[in-house]
């Protein structure tokens, strides 16, 4: 049952807790007093609000501890109707068919490559929008039943109703029909996430869109409008261009806030390059639709924020990704007084995610100060059941957390940021080490050289410890994921300059970064 080949082999209410240094542990913990004084008072010992990533990864590790679960996960339909199944936004409106249509952006660079590396082909080509998403929404629901049949096998009662606390560890469950269903937990762990925010303009509810519809769109979207300068809007203004559609990026302020501002403005002009519009420093002010239709015609009335100008155009897709708010509200959390941000709408939690009212937790991007991604609520939640029912007293470390932007060029990041680093460590303390250089594949076909870049930001305080990576170039994410679990184990450049690279790739340039942006050297890379 548990692996374990020595004695004693501790139990505690069918609980594995380990060995003899196992349960002195969990004595000094607290851990073992917490399980000893736990009854069966409750219909649960743990109830999960939300199937996304963070509740199902938290859910089944309890269940594997032997504690009875309930997940109870609900998605209100978007104001255009769009709703989907259990596995939360990374699954159904985020992640996975992000990733899926960048990919097939992405086929659509490699053949216009291809006629350069020798294929011949006479045939007229074109995209099907109605086909993709057919195939990507046959994947999704693939997802779907796979985490269905995963909560069943690991004896996790998956109920699909929205959750509401009535009192102390009490919730009501109210499904689509309206019925009404009481359950009794010792614990909750608040997974819900977060939904698109609408700009409350003439409408924007009526006539706009947001991520959660665009995967599922049923029509090709034709001349579109991206509103926003997030992850989100160049992501999906990046595939939308891609696949040959005309694409607008309306921008109010800057690109890509939170992320490193030199890579960031890479990113928007690698993008407006290859044939995104951008109209920067302009918000919309109203949204009126001149036709129906599948798609139809919308005018948007646009408005500077620098003075009283303001613009009007014609597009057949308007796209919202302004933003995306807490699903906090309606819960009940106020009944049972769990405390909400007033600004953020999200739920400030200790580094054990531990909410003020001490037997409810909260994981992923409804947590206050958490980064907002997925495998981090995953990993946060399978450790919090861990930590809850006494298999280990370990907290999710969210430094050094890596990320990649998956625009036309992605753009891969670990640590901070170059504004970031400046002002933790000062200027004077730091080292920047830089390139510009040209993917062997991008030669033979054309494309522009010097264009990626590499840049890694070093302490001189901390023996030139890498305290930021930054590059800009394909499959970003693939080179980016071994550099960060470099920078886990305390990478210096003096380390990397000792690490042979792999020839001919991307991230063998981190292995020969000899240009300092305080140098002034160029950073442009010669030949081979």
């Not at 924020?305 to 959390?333: H, I």
């Not at 054309?446 to 030139?464: E, F, Q, V």
Request: hydrophobic share 35%.
């Amino acid at each position: 049952m548990t692996d374990q080949r020595t004695v004693p082999s501790v139990f505690v209410n069918q609980v594995h807790v380990g060995g003899c240094d196992r349960t002195f542990q969990a004595h000094r913990s607290g851990l073992l007093q917490k399980l000893l004084q736990e009854g069966s008072q409750y219909d649960y010992d743990l109830v999960v609000i939300g199937g996304g990533s963070g509740g199902l990864a938290c859910a089944k590790e309890a269940a594997t501890l032997g504690r009875k679960v309930m997940v109870l996960d609900f998605v209100a339909p978007s104001p255009q109707g769009t709703s989907w199944g259990l596995g939360g936004t990374c699954v159904n409106v985020g992640c996975i068919p992000k990733k899926l249509m960048h990919q097939a952006a992405l086929l659509g660079q490699a053949l216009c490559d291809s006629r350069k590396f020798g294929w011949e082909y006479s045939q007229q080509v074109k995209h099907s929008w109605e086909r993709m998403t057919e195939a990507v929404q046959n994947h999704i629901g693939s997802l779907n039943w796979g985490h269905r049949l995963s909560l069943r096998e690991k004896g996790v009662a998956y109920v699909n109703s929205y959750g509401e606390f009535v009192e102390h560890h009490r919730i009501k469950a109210t499904n689509r029909k309206g019925q009404e269903t009481n359950y009794t937990a010792a614990k909750f762990v608040i997974a819900t996430g977060e939904r698109p925010r609408y700009l409350g303009i003439p409408g924007d509810r009526e006539h706009c869109i947001t991520s959660d519809d665009l995967f599922s769109l049923p029509y090709c979207p034709g001349r579109t409008l991206v509103v926003g300068a997030s992850y989100v809007a160049l992501e999906c203004a990046g595939f939308l261009a891609g696949v040959g559609l005309d694409v607008t990026v309306m921008v109010r302020s800057i690109l890509l806030r939170g992320f490193d501002r030199e890579m960031a403005e890479k990113v928007g002009a690698y993008m407006e390059q290859h044939g995104v519009r951008f109209l920067r420093k302009f918000v919309p002010l109203a949204i009126q639709q001149l036709e129906k239709g599948s798609p139809g015609k919308l005018k948007v009335l646009a408005q500077s924020t620098e003075g009283p100008e303001t613009v009007e155009d014609v597009f057949n897709t308007v796209l919202l990704a302004v933003g995306r708010d807490s699903c906090t509200k309606n819960m009940g959390l106020e009944k049972i007084g769990v405390e909400v941000s007033q600004t953020s709408g999200r739920v400030p939690v200790s580094d054990e995610e531990q909410t003020n009212v001490p037997y409810v937790y909260a994981i992923g991007d409804v947590a206050e100060g958490r980064p907002q991604l997925t495998p981090v609520a995953t990993r946060a939640g399978r450790l919090l059941a861990r930590r809850l029912f006494g298999a280990s007293t370990e907290k999710c470390d969210y430094t050094n957390v890596p990320t990649t932007v998956f625009t036309p060029l992605e753009y891969g990041c670990c640590g901070l940021s170059e504004e970031e680093a400046v002002e933790v460590y000062k200027k004077e303390n730091l080292e920047v080490y830089h390139t510009l250089f040209w993917p062997l594949e991008w030669t033979v076909a054309g494309r522009d050289p010097n264009t990626c870049y590499a840049k890694i930001l070093c302490s001189r305080l901390d023996r030139g410890r890498v305290i930021g990576f930054h590059v800009l170039g394909p499959s970003a994410g693939e080179v980016t994921q071994g550099f960060a679990a470099a920078m886990k184990c305390g990478l210096t450049k003096q380390q990397l300059d000792g690490t042979i690279g792999i020839h001919p790739t991307c991230g063998e340039v981190f292995t020969t970064l000899d240009a300092t942006k305080s140098s002034g050297l160029d950073a442009a890379q010669g030949a081979c």
